[in-house]
């Protein structure tokens, strides 16, 4: 129990973890419109209808996390369902995390080279790991405290980019809405589902660090949703204005379609050629996701060994990750390809494993009890 108390430190504010779950939606996910081949000009309401998985990954599980005396996701596995099948528990949300940082290296690494080809695509992959190992050995906390800064700057940035680019828009293009039925738009969902909204599930590695998670664990569960629900009003904007820039037929052969929509910006002689802010919005937003990925994974494996910190296997890890990366994804078209695949394959934790691990610590509450 004294572990658990020392384990459990509150470092991490209510209004930090709601910033935190708002930069996991985002890196690649506003360069992209997923959906748009299956749902066309309603792709919009595809990513909203999607959004509820996040919703439901966060709340699935909190439950088990908020009844149990340890609020650390690896050392509840450990606990409750012992060291091997907690271990075996424990390399699933690995290897999801794994996959996850492959697939937020391979967009900068081939959006690097697609914007600048003649950059080695290395070079950008080196830019973002090494400022994220340092970020892991400094901390959460400090992690937390950078973002509390630099999100709501690229939130402001990100908005005005979309409101410069609304003379250049034909709003009906959005009509009419959902003229072929509700099918083109549920099929559309099932790409956002995983991305970005199921890649939302290492905030729930940070819950033990949150305020009050001991005696009020149902801020987290606030915090987070409103995180959810600002992120799905973010990336609205973005499908919405692109869709109201092109023709449907236009946006379906776009491989970036809302980094197109920016590119049209002029307003006078003054503003144009604005892309260079969106690339810049999209790379701290990526860094920030790969960060907390990446923080989610070595805190896996270091509870699982009882270090003492996350930063104890932070190299080695990013190493892996770094060098595995075009193993993985030798090609750009292998991104949109996994992810649907990517989501089947992790539907049991994404949603199973929680609930029964929530009976489990149940049940070991009621026992005890008794």
């Keep these: 129990m004294e572990g658990d108390k020392i384990k459990?430190?509150?470092?991490?504010?209510?209004?930090?973890?709601?910033?935190?779950?708002?930069?996991?939606?985002?890196?690649?996910?506003?360069?992209y419109l997923p959906g748009v081949i299956e749902a066309g000009r309603n792709v919009w309401l595809s990513n909203i209808l999607a959004s509820f998985v996040g919703y439901l990954v966060i709340y699935l599980h909190y439950k088990p996390l908020s009844i149990s005396n340890s609020k650390s996701m690896p050392m509840v596995l450990n606990r409750y369902w012992g060291r091997f099948i907690g271990g075996l528990a424990n390399l699933y949300y690995l290897a999801f995390f794994f996959i996850l940082s492959n697939l937020i290296l391979s967009d900068?690494?081939?959006?690097?080279?697609?914007?600048?080809?003649?950059?080695?695509?290395?070079?950008f992959l080196i830019f973002l790991i090494a400022p994220a190992i340092y970020a892991v050995k400094l901390g959460i906390e400090i992690i937390s405290r950078f973002l509390q800064l630099l999100l709501p700057l690229l939130i402001i940035l990100y908005s005005l980019l979309f409101a410069f680019a609304i003379p250049k828009l034909?709003?009906?293009?959005?009509?009419?809405?959902?003229?072929?039925?509700?099918?083109?738009?549920?099929?559309?969902?099932?790409?956002?589902?995983?991305?970005?909204?199921?890649?939302?599930?290492?905030?729930?590695?940070?819950?033990?660090?949150?305020?009050?998670?001991?005696?009020?664990?149902?801020?987290?569960?606030?915090?987070?949703?409103?995180?959810?629900?600002?992120?799905?009003?973010?990336?609205?904007?973005?499908?919405?204005?692109?869709?109201?820039?092109?023709?449907?037929?236009?946006?379906?052969?776009?491989?970036?379609?809302?980094?197109?929509?920016?590119?049209?910006?002029?307003?006078?002689?003054?503003?144009?050629?604005?892309?260079?802010?969106?690339?810049?919005?999209?790379?701290?937003?990526?860094?920030?996701?790969?960060?907390?990925t990446y923080y989610a994974m070595c805190k896996i494996v270091s509870e699982y060994f009882h270090a003492n910190d996350a930063q104890t296997f932070s190299v080695p890890i990013a190493a892996l990750i770094g060098l595995s990366m075009t193993f993985f994804i030798?090609?750009?078209?292998?991104?949109?390809?996994?992810?649907?695949?990517?989501?089947?394959?992790?539907?049991?934790?994404?949603?199973i494993m929680p609930i029964l691990l929530y009976i489990t610590v149940r049940v070991h509450k009621e026992d005890g009890k008794s």
């Excluded at 900068?108 to 290395?122: A, L, R």
């Excluded at 204005?241 to 809302?258: D, N, R, V």
């Design 330 to 351: 030798p090609t750009f078209n292998m991104i949109s390809v996994a992810i649907i695949p990517y989501l089947v394959l992790f539907i049991p934790l994404l949603f």
């Design 108 to 123: 900068v690494y081939y959006f690097g080279k697609i914007t600048m080809p003649e950059t080695p695509g290395h070079i």
């Design 170 to 292: 034909d709003f009906s293009n959005l009509l009419p809405v959902a003229a072929d039925g509700i099918m083109p738009i549920i099929g559309g969902a099932i790409p956002n589902m995983n991305f970005p909204y199921a890649q939302i599930l290492p905030i729930v590695f940070f819950y033990q660090y949150t305020s009050k998670a001991a005696d009020n664990g149902d801020k987290f569960t606030k915090y987070t949703f409103a995180g959810i629900f600002m992120a799905t009003l973010l990336l609205s904007f973005r499908g919405i204005a692109s869709i109201s820039a092109y023709e449907e037929a236009t946006l379906k052969s776009l491989t970036f379609p809302p980094f197109n929509t920016i590119r049209i910006i002029e307003v006078g002689d003054v503003l144009e050629r604005l892309d260079a802010v969106f690339i810049g919005v999209f790379y701290a937003t990526t860094f920030y996701k790969f960060t907390i």
């Design 8 to 31: 459990n430190k509150i470092i991490i504010s209510n209004y930090q973890i709601f910033l935190l779950t708002i930069a996991q939606a985002g890196g690649a996910s506003i360069l």
